[in-house]
C-alpha cells in the first residue's frame, strides 16, 4: 500500500480543481494543466483537499499507479500556484546564451549558434548571459526542456567547459602529466 497516495493534496489559494470522468484539471495564475487518471485510480475532493484512491483494493496495477497518481496531481496544484524552475550554468571562454521572444540562442564553440525554440508554457530567462533559468507550471516539462539544452554541450571531465545544472558538480580528470617516465 503507498503510504504517498494516502495523503491529501491541499488546494492552495486561487487554484480550481475540476474532475470529470478520471481526467483531474487544475488551473491557476501560472496556467492550466491535466492529468488522465489511469483505470483503478480516482479522485474526488473533499474539504478544500483532492484525495486520491484506489477502485479495486487488490487490484497491482491500481496499487503501482496510486502513489504516482497522487504526486502527479500534487505537481500540477504545486505547479500552476508556484511554478517549478531549473538554473543551468554556462562554463567555457566564448560560450553565452541570449533570449530572442520565444527562442533561445546559444554559442556553444561550434562553428554554429545552437538555436532553439522553447515549447509552449516554458520560458527561459538569461542572467549575465551564462546563467539560463527555465521555468513553467509543468514539472516534467521544465526538466526535459532543461535537459534538452543541458545535452546541447555536457560539461566535460577536464577543464568543466559545457552546460551544466547550478547545483551539479562535475567529477574532474587529471590531464596528462608533462614529462612524466
Known sequence: MSRVGKVPVKIAQGVKVDIKDGLVSVEGPKGKLSHKLPAGVRAKIEAGTIIV????????????????????IANMVTGVHVGFTKELDIVGVGFRAASKGNSLSLTL???????????????????????????????????????????????????GKGIKYVNEHIVRKQGKAAGAK
Do not use: C, W
Not at 484512491?53 to 502527479?72: C, D, Y
Not at 561550434?110 to 549575465?128: Q, T
Not at 516539462?141 to 539544452?149: D, R, W
Open 53 to 72: 484512491e484506489k477502485v479495486e483494493a487488490e487490484s497491482e496495477k491500481a496499487a503501482a499507479l496510486f502513489g504516482l497518481s497522487r504526486t502527479l
Open 109 to 159: 564553440g561550434y562553428s554554429h549558434a545552437v538555436d532553439y525554440e522553447l515549447p509552449a508554457g516554458i520560458s527561459a530567462k538569461v542572467e549575465n548571459n551564462t546563467r539560463l533559468v527555465v521555468s513553467g507550471a509543468d514539472k516534467v516539462l521544465v526538466g526535459m526542456v532543461a535537459a534538452k539544452i543541458r545535452s546541447f554541450r555536457k560539461p566535460e571531465p577536464y577543464q
